[in-house]
C-alpha cells in the first residue's frame, strides 16, 4: 500500500475510534433494565396451581418485580365472562323478538348502550341500529386481509371478529393498583381504526401506565394512522419487541423520535419447554448483546412457586453482576457519528477496496475509478438524507474487503516466500481489525444500536 493510502486509512481509524468512544459512553450510561411479568401468564399460573394472586404479589414486590403487563380483554373472553353477548344472525332470525331491522344469518350481533366500547372502538368495523334504549351492532364474523397490509395473508387471508380487543382487563389493574404496582399496557392495534378510535383506545388505560408494549402482530394505528398514534403517545416510551417484526414498528419508531426500548420476551409456547438455565442466559444474552432494557417474563408452568421466585432471585444477580442494575429504563438519547467522522472511514474503505482491486489483477486506471464511483456514490446517497443505506453500503463494503484483503495479502506473501508465522498471522489480525473498526463506524447511528435498522450485509453475501 502507498505511503499516501496509508495515512487515508490511518485517519479513517482515528474516525472511527472517535465515533466508537462516543456510543461507548451512551451504552454505558444506558444500564438499566426492567423486569416485567406478564399478567396473564401469573393469572393463570395461579389459577392451575390453586393459588390467590393476591398472595403471590408481595413475593413478586420481594424479588425487584414492580411492574406487571396487562392485557386487553377480547371479545370471545368477554363474551365468556358474560360482560357481553354475541348473538348469531340465524338465531335472532329464529327468536321472537319483534321490530328488528333485516338480519343476515351470516353475520354476529352485539347489542350495547349508545357509548359502550363496541361503539368508541369497533364503530368502523360494522354498522348499527337502535333498538330500545341500546344499540345492535351487526359485523362479519371473519374480515379479509389484504396482502399490502400483511405478508402471510396468502396463508392467512381472514381475521376472526373474536381475537379483536375491546378494553383493558380492568379487574387486573384494579387488583394490581392495589398492591402499588406499574401497569404496562398490551394495546392491540383495532382491524380497522382512525385518530378517534386509537384515541378511545389509549385513554382506556390509567394516564400512568408509561410504557406501552403492543400486542399482536401490529403496532397502533397501523397501516394508515401511524402519525395520529404517534402524536397520541407522546410522552409514552412503548416497547421495540425483539424478532417480533410487528407490521408498522420502524415507521412508528420515526415518527415518536425513537422514544422506544428494547424487549426481549420468550413465547409461552417456548416457555413450556425450555430449560430454565437456558432461558436464564438468554436473558443476559439480550441485555449484554443487544441492548435488550426490558425483560418480559412469564412463570415456568412446571415449577412450584417458590423455584419461580428463586429463578428471578437468579437473573436479578446475573444482570447486577454485569453491571446493570434494575428500574426504569430510558430510551437511549438520539445519537449518529457526524458526516466528517463517517467520511474518512468511508475513505478508508474506498482505499483498501482499490489495493484488494490491485490484488486480484485490475489495472490501476479501472480500480481507481470504480473507486472513485462508489466513493461519489455513497457520499450523494448520505448528503441527500438516504444516511441508512449509505451506512449498509458503507458497511457491507468492509465487510467484503477486509477479510478478502487479508487472505490476499497472506497469499502475496506466501507466493513472495514470506512464510514466517508471525508475519502471516500478524497481517490477518491487522486487517481484521481495521476492518472491525470501519464497519462498527459506518454503523454509528441509534437506529442500528436499537436494531431498528439492521446491517444485512453478511444474509447478502449469502444470497
Given amino acids: 500500500m502507498k505511503k499516501g493510502a496509508t495515512w487515508i486509512v490511518i485517519l479513517g481509524v482515528i474516525c472511527a475510534i472517535l465515533g466508537i468512544i462516543g456510543r461507548l459512553k451512551i451504552e454505558k450510561a444506558d444500564n438499566t433494565v426492567l423486569l416485567v411479568l406478564d399478567g396473564e401468564a401469573l393469572w393463570e399460573y395461579a389459577k392451575s396451581h390453586d393459588y390467590q394472586v393476591e398472595n403471590l404479589l408481595p413475593d413478586l414486590s420481594f424479588s425487584q418485580i414492580k411492574a406487571l403487563a396487562v392485557p386487553e380483554t377480547k371479545i370471545w373472553q368477554a363474551a365468556s365472562k358474560k360482560e357481553i353477548t354475541v348473538i348469531p344472525g340465524s338465531y335472532l332470525l329464529l327468536s321472537e323478538i319483534r321490530n328488528l331491522p333485516p338480519i343476515d344469518p351470516r353475520k354476529l350481533y352485539i ?36 396482502t399490502t397490509r400483511r405478508k402471510e395473508a396468502t396463508r392467512e387471508p381472514t381475521i376472526s371478529l373474536w381475537e379483536e380487543a375491546i378494553y ?78 410487528q407490521y408498522g414498528e420502524k415507521e412508528l419508531a420515526r415518527l415518536t423520535d425513537y422514544n422506544l426500548v428494547r424487549v426481549h420476551s420468550i413465547t409461552p409456547k417456548e416457555m413450556e419447554r425450555i430449560d430454565p438455565q437456558k432461558a436464564h442466559e ?21 415449577l412450584s412457586w417458590e ?42 474503505i474506498v482505499v483498501c477496496g482499490i489495493e484488494l482491486m490491485h490484488l486480484l489483477g485490475f489495472k490501476n486506471r479501472s480500480s481507481v475509478y470504480t473507486a472513485f464511483v462508489a466513493l461519489v456514490a455513497i457520499t450523494i446517497l448520505y448528503l441527500k438524507g438516504y444516511t441508512v443505506l449509505a451506512r449498509q453500503v458503507s458497511a457491507f463494503g468492509a465487510a467484503v474487503v477486509f477479510p478478502t484483503l487479508a487472505i490476499g495479502k497472506v497469499a502475496e506473501g506466501l507466493k513472495n516466500g514470506r512464510k514466517n508465522l508471525g508475519y502471516l498471522v500478524l497481517t ?36
Fill in 282 to 302: 438468554r436473558y443476559l444474552r439480550a441485555v449484554r448483546e443487544r441492548g435488550a432494557r426490558v425483560l418480559y417474563l412469564r412463570p415456568f408452568e412446571f
Fill in 168 to 245: 383493558p382487563n380492568y379487574k387486573m389493574i384494579e387488583t394490581l393498583k392495589a398492591s402499588d404496582y406499574s401497569i404496562v399496557a398490551r394495546i392491540q392495534n383495532p382491524y380497522v381504526n382512525n385518530k378517534d378510535v386509537i384515541e378511545y383506545v389509549i385513554n382506556q388505560w390509567p394516564s400512568d401506565s408509561n410504557l406501552v408494549i403492543f400486542q399482536g402482530k401490529e403496532v397502533l394505528g397501523y397501516p394508515q394512522h401511524l402519525k395520529e398514534a404517534a402524536d397520541l403517545l407522546e410522552g409514552k416510551t412503548w416497547g421495540f419487541i425483539e424478532f417480533a417484526n
Fill in 111 to 146: 347489542n350495547e348502550i349508545v357509548s359502550g366500547p363496541i361503539s368508541k372502538r369497533m364503530k368502523l368495523m360494522g354498522e348499527s341500529f337502535a333498538y330500545q334504549d341500546s344499540l345492535i351492532w351487526e359485523f362479519s364474523s371473519e374480515y379479509e386481509v389484504p
Fill in 307 to 348: 423455584e419461580n421466585l428463586v429463578r428471578i432471585s437468579i437473573l436479578k444477580d446475573g444482570l447486577e453482576e454485569e453491571g446493570f442494575q434494575l428500574g426504569e429504563p430510558k430510551p437511549k438519547p438520539f445519537f449518529k457519528s457526524s458526516f466528517w467522522l463517517f467520511w474518512p472511514v468511508l475513505l478508508g
Fill in 428 to 463: 490477518v489480525l491487522g486487517y481484521t481489525f481495521v476492518g472491525v473498526l470501519f464497519l462498527t463506524a459506518s454503523l454509528l447511528d441509534l437506529r442500528f444500536v436499537i436494531k431498528v435498522e439492521q446491517f444485512l450485509g453478511v444474509k447478502l453475501m449469502h444470497i
